[in-house]
Nanobody, 128 residues
Framework: QVQLVESGGGLVQAGESLRLSCSVS??????????MAWFRQAPGKEREFVAA????????VYADSVKGRFTISRDNAKKMAYLQMNSLKPEDTAIYYC???????????????????WGQGTQVTVSS
């Protein structure tokens, strides 16, 4: 059973930065075998893809809305994933979730249905 816990959210002003962390715990799953992703959900909107990376962290995918501002990374030894968010905008306000791909050795995907389990989310609020 895999459990994910996000942290690092908060209230910031536009233009500032935040670093989200995702801690992964599992007794049986080898974290380094799975692609990871971050998604977000704003009030009244559907959950949307933000960023994903492959098992080794060398291949990444970003949503156009965050490309050049956000950086996804991972530390397999620590079973951690991160999302560095720079130049934040009010439209980045949302609950941010990390997720593990359903299948080992799969490529990172933008489809939320390919990810399970999920963390409980961390709130990011950007004021103008």
């Amino acid at each position: 059973q895999v459990q994910l816990v996000e942290s690092g959210g908060g209230l910031v002003q536009a233009g500032e930065s935040l670093r989200l962390s995702c801690s992964v715990s599992s007794r049986t799953t080898t974290f380094s075998n799975y692609a990871m992703a971050w998604f977000r959900q704003a009030p009244g909107k559907e959950r949307e893809f933000v960023a994903a990376l492959n098992r080794g962290g060398g291949s990444t995918v970003y949503a156009d809305s965050v490309k050049g501002r956000f950086t996804i990374s991972r530390d397999n030894a620590k079973k951690m994933a991160y999302l560095q968010m720079n130049s934040l905008k009010p439209e980045d306000t949302a609950i941010y979730y990390c997720a593990v791909h359903r299948y080992p050795f799969a490529s990172p995907s933008v489809d939320l249905n390919e990810y399970s389990p999920w963390g409980q989310g961390t709130q990011v609020t950007v004021s103008s």
